[in-house]
């Protein structure tokens, strides 16, 4: 979908002095977002938030300074919304095709406690074509926290949608080696640097002084991130979400990737929420799913 086709009918939608509508990195459109609290950027490509910073603290995602924008092609950093399948497929966009398409922006609205919340829907397109018919929605919170929600709706009629969801949160930290992330403690995870070895984790605390792929299993608990560097602690609270994955790509790995600086693992950690591999969601015709991540962060 082209900049234009978006600004003809959603543009209406602004909110003055608070949601404005902007050409974004290549042309791309998105949605700057300003509250008492905090200033927000969504891209209408994916419904990629791609910044998020409440006043007075740095930012909250992090985002490669080499990511690609450009249409089809996925943004390398902030929240990535990952359906209907998590990792790699022969032949198929890595991490399904929610993230590198345009989706519609239909309803935004000021909350009574000041925050503003934007609703979007994935729209139809040949790749969905070929699941049983679907209605995904997501919705994004902004104000002292940011808060994102992604529903999907089984509208067969007779068969089981079997899906992933992940919402594959990129967080700036200020040097990794400074980081411990709490919550993970006696979780299995399949440990994609070894082969998928299923392990299990001892240590209270996990730091990161290599590359690190982690998928956690069953681990529903909330995670917390503290970064010693920027003096802040990171809360991720999540509700319909069975995985947590844990990824940094350390040196190697980055200088691999050609949308991520060489030097860039130190400024980033991964910690992302959903229902992934042996936790994957099966819904009965009619029902309903709901993805609920919610961050808080403060300083330390």
Request: glycine share 8%.
């Given at each position: 979908?082209?900049?234009?086709?978006?600004?003809?009918?959603?543009?209406?939608?602004?909110?003055?002095?608070?949601?404005?509508?902007?050409?974004?990195?290549?042309?791309?459109?998105?949605?700057?977002?300003?509250t008492a609290f905090s200033t927000a950027e969504i891209y209408l490509q994916g419904a990629h938030v791609t910044h998020f910073q409440k006043k007075n603290e740095q930012p909250l995602l992090f985002m490669s300074q080499v990511s690609n924008f450009q249409p089809g092609q996925p943004i390398r950093g902030g929240i990535p919304v990952i359906y209907p399948w998590f990792g790699s497929r022969d032949s198929q966009v890595s991490h399904g095709f929610a993230r590198t398409i345009g989706w519609e922006l239909w309803e935004?609205?000021?909350?009574?406690?000041?925050?503003?919340?934007?609703?979007?829907?994935?729209?139809?397109?040949p790749d969905a074509a070929l699941y049983p018919a679907a209605a995904v929605n997501y919705s994004v919170t902004m104000g002292e926290t940011l808060i994102c929600e992604l529903t999907v709706t089984n509208r067969s009629e007779s068969q089981p949608l079997e899906f992933e969801n992940c919402l594959h949160t990129y967080f700036r930290v200020g040097d990794i080696e400074q980081v411990e992330i709490s919550g993970l403690q006696g979780g299995r995870f399949l440990d994609k640097v070894d082969n998928f070895a299923t392990k299990t984790q001892a240590d209270a605390v996990l730091t990161i002084n290599a590359e690190t792929d982690r998928i956690y299993l069953d681990?529903?608990?909330?995670?917390?991130?503290?970064?010693?560097?920027?003096?802040?602690?990171i809360r991720v609270d999540k509700t319909g979400g069975l995985s947590t994955v844990v990824w940094n790509p350390w040196i190697k790995k980055s200088q691999q990737l050609p949308d991520f600086g060489n030097e860039e693992y130190r400024q980033m950690i991964c910690v992302e929420s959903g229902n992934v591999s042996r936790n994957q969601l099966s819904l009965p015709p009619g029902q309903s799913s709901a993805l609920k991540v919610k961050l808080i962060s403060n300083a330390l």
């Open positions: 979908m082209s900049t234009t086709y978006f600004f003809d009918w959603q543009k209406k939608l602004e909110v003055p002095g608070r949601v404005t509508f902007l050409d974004g990195n290549g042309g791309l459109p998105k949605v700057e977002i300003t935004i609205t000021t909350q009574p406690n000041g925050s503003v919340r934007l609703q979007f829907r994935l729209p139809d397109s681990a529903p608990e909330s995670v917390e991130i503290i970064d010693r560097s920027l003096r802040r602690k």
